[in-house]
Every structure is written in structure tokens, then in C-alpha cells.
């Protein structure tokens, strides 16, 4: 399987990057960290979309517990994953929310990363392929040779409905996938632009409220059931360079993850102030689930996955991307 033309763009400029980014200082000064408990660097850019994977992100943020741990928090919001790490690998972040098809993709082509916390992880409805009410489309099958439109190419969800398309008989090639911001799905797809889109909430809920869209597929169920989704990721010599503001990082967002998957109604009051819905939508929308802890046997899983479905050309074990070890 080849990658499309955008990833090998996004790609080749974080492999061009990397050695600028190697060669600038963002640190602070000794007096700073000496401040601080020792942080190494207490001011951090982190990027993340506009979507419920990156709810614990914000609670922490609101909630103080990044300043708790001598961290002043910039969250700055992104398209995709892939460009994300662009940025990262740029200089531009200091951490980022990753879709970790996107990560495995990256390290793949050279790129060292850790994942410092994870995020997201699917559930039922939570990743569906939707398409007009009014369309011809009544089953995947009916999906080849039709425009499909996601949020970046060769991420989570075009591995996602490359596994669904499988089921039916399909390939990658069967079918075109064109790259769009969740928030503009809606009207490509009421304009005809594409003829489905993949999608997470809150659009989920808002295309079906605004143009009537329905539900043409679940993307994560049989091999993809609770897949992992989404997690934080550095740099590998950020985390080298950086370990007591890593781990205070790691700390901050561990306790608003917990809260995020202990208690609902505290995700349906952050997604307001950094998503484009209100409460009552908030309150019914389809969440997935909120790990607390990285485990590399999930992580694993992701890997294993895309050797399959040819988005790697060898293994990679997903122990090289937590800290602590090798890349």
C-alpha cells in the first residue's frame, strides 16, 4: 500500500525539521527552573483538536493542575495529528495530541517520539461514517469508488475505514479519501463535495442536527473494537532533555484523566469552552473512554494493525515509544 501524496508531504517536512529543531533552545534559564522545583522549562505550547480525546488536557488546564506543578499551559488547536507533529518536531510545540496511527507513521520515518500520556480510546458510535439522508449509499459496499472525507490522510481514521472496507470485500484503492477539518465535513457533505465522511463527536451529533446526516457505519468494531485512539506525545529529546517537567506534566494530566473517566458530566462542561457545541449537545453526545494509565500491550495493538493493513513495512515494538526506553 502507498502513502498518499499529503503524507509523504507531512513526513518529509518533519524529517526535514528534525535537525533544526535540534539545533534551538527552548529551555529557561537555571535561575527560572531553580524556582520551580527544578523544572528544566516551565512554560509549554501543546497542541490539541478541538474534539473530546483531548477533554483531560483542558480539565487540567481550567482546574489549575498544570500550575499546581509549576507549569504555565498554552493549548493551541490543530488540524490533525500529522500536522501536529509537524509542528512538534518544528519547535513550535513542546507536546501535542496524536492520533497514534499518525505517531507509529512518524517513527517509521525516522522520527523519535515518546508518548507521555495516553488519551482516548474508542467506543461504540463514537468514530462513525456518516452520509446524507438522502444518499444511495446503504451499506460500506456501497462506498467504492465514492469520495470519502477525513480529517488527515493515513491516520486513525483512514486505517479505520480501510479495516471496514476490508470486511466488505474492498481496499484503499476502491475508494478516494479527501482531507478536511472536522468542522468543514459537514457542509462537503451537503454540498456533494464527498460523499461520506468520517467523523468523531461533537460532529457527529452536529451533522445529523444541521443537515440530517445518518449513520452509515460504525469504524471501530470487530478487529478495531476499543481501539486506541489518541495520547500526548513529546519529542524523544525534549523528554531526555526535559524529565522532572515531563513527569510533572505526566502528573497534572494523570488526575484529570482520572476525572475525565470517572465522571462524565465533568467532560460535558469542559467541551463547551474548546469545541463549537453547546451544553445540551454536550449532554448527549457519544463519548469513548478515558485510559488512565499508557499500556504498551494497547499500544501494541495499533502497531500490529497497520503492519496489516500496509501502513508499515516492518514491525515496530510499541515499547520504544514510552520513556524510559530506547527508541
Sequence with gaps: ????????????????????????????????????????????????????????????????????????????????????????????????????????????????????????????????????????????????????????????????????????????????????????????LKTGIVDAAWMTEPHLTAVQKTIGARKLADTMVGPLAGFPVAGVVVIEEFANKNPKTTAAFQRAIARAQQISAADRKAVEEILPTYTKIDAATAAVITLGTFPTGVDEARLQRVADVMLEQGYLKSKIEAKSLLPGNAG
Design 1 to 188: 500500500m502507498r502513502f498518499g501524496l499529503a503524507s509523504r508531504v507531512v513526513i518529509a517536512g518533519v524529517a526535514a525539521t528534525l535537525a533544526l529543531s535540534a539545533c534551538t533552545g527552548s529551555g529557561e534559564s537555571a535561575d527560572t527552573a531553580a524556582n520551580t522545583g527544578g523544572l528544566e522549562k516551565t512554560q509549554l505550547k501543546i497542541g490539541a483538536l478541538p474534539i473530546p480525546d483531548s477533554a483531560a488536557l483542558y480539565i487540567a488546564n481550567s482546574r489549575g493542575f498544570f500550575k499546581e506543578e509549576g507549569l504555565t499551559v498554552t493549548i493551541e488547536s490543530v488540524a490533525g495529528g500529522a500536522q501536529a507533529q509537524q509542528a512538534l518536531v518544528g519547535g513550535s510545540l513542546d507536546a501535542t495530541q496524536t492520533n497514534y496511527v499518525s505517531a507509529f507513521l512518524a517513527v517509521s520515518a525516522g522520527i523519535k517520539m515518546k508518548v507521555i500520556s495516553d488519551l482516548y480510546q474508542a467506543a461504540p458510535d463514537a468514530f462513525d461514517i456518516m452520509v446524507p439522508k438522502d444518499s444511495p449509499i446503504k451499506t460500506p459496499a456501497d462506498l467504492k469508488g465514492k469520495k470519502i472525507a477525513v480529517n488527515s490522510r493515513k491516520n486513525v481514521g483512514t486505517l479505520a475505514v480501510t479495516a471496514l472496507l476490508k470486511t466488505q470485500g474492498l481496499a484503499e484503492t476502491d475508494v478516494e479519501f479527501l482531507e478536511f477539518p472536522f468542522p468543514e465535513m459537514a457542509d462537503k
